[in-house]
């Protein structure tokens, strides 16, 4: 029986991802890397959240495209196809507030039925992982990168109108691993923001939340 790990994820990932869409191909290895340096804060649990990262968006893939909503298609392929565990599943198929998306298209009972949320603590993780990692595989902040999206979806897209709903989701992720690794005093890339807490003298990294809260406008 074939070993079920983060090599087989990352290898799955760039089978699947590397020639029909070579940018996400890079974005899934920066957020299986991501999710690679929070074993700190998730102890034996890091290498199950690593391997949904490098998987998290395979059902992008032109050949496994079915309802068009690629967590729900990438964990049925994973599902179906590789007979992967079924927390590794549902874990691809919540990423990144997935259940908003599915909401707008008609396919939340699809979602719920056949993949019900599960450790939402790893969800948690893995949409911090995504939305801290940009198109290209770098580091980000997720205001950035939530800023990006509306961009390149533009105005009219039914991506776009989600992720206004889902930023609320999306920030409590990020700022509740945040909070986790800041705890352990986790610096995973050089890029985030660090500054001193002078109520409890410990360093926490920084994001703008109020920019999404009080200025929502900030992403149109
Ligand atoms: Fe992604």
Redesign the pocket.
């Given at each position: 029986m074939r070993d079920i790990n983060i090599a087989w994820a990352r290898e799955l990932a760039r089978k699947t991802l590397q020639d029909a869409l070579p940018r996400r191909w890079e974005?899934s290895l920066g957020?299986g890397q991501r999710a690679e340096q929070l074993a700190p804060i998730l102890g034996k649990e890091a290498e199950l959240l690593a391997m949904s990262a490098y998987l998290?968006?395979i059902g992008y893939a032109p050949d496994l495209v079915d309802t068009g909503f690629h967590p729900i298609d990438g964990a049925r392929y994973l599902r179906d196809v590789h007979g992967a565990d079924e927390l590794l599943c549902r874990l691809v198929a919540h990423h990144t507030c997935a259940e908003i998306e599915a909401g707008e298209r008609g396919l939340l009972d699809i979602l719920q039925r056949e993949f019900p949320k599960q450790r939402p603590d790893l969800v948690e993780a893995l949409t911090y992982c995504?939305m801290t990692t940009s198109p290209d595989g770098v580091p980000v902040e997720a205001v950035d990168r939530l800023a990006e999206i509306r961009q390149r979806y533009g105005p009219e897209d039914l991506v776009t109108a989600t992720i206004s709903k889902a930023t609320p989701c999306i920030m409590s992720a990020v700022l509740a691993i945040q909070e986790r690794m800041a705890l352990t005093d986790v610096r995973p890339d050089s890029t985030a923001k660090v500054v001193a807490d002078p109520q409890s003298h410990r360093t926490i990294h920084w994001i703008p939340l109020h920019l999404v809260t009080a200025h929502p406008a900030h992403f149109a």
């Open positions: 974005h957020v998290h968006d995504d």
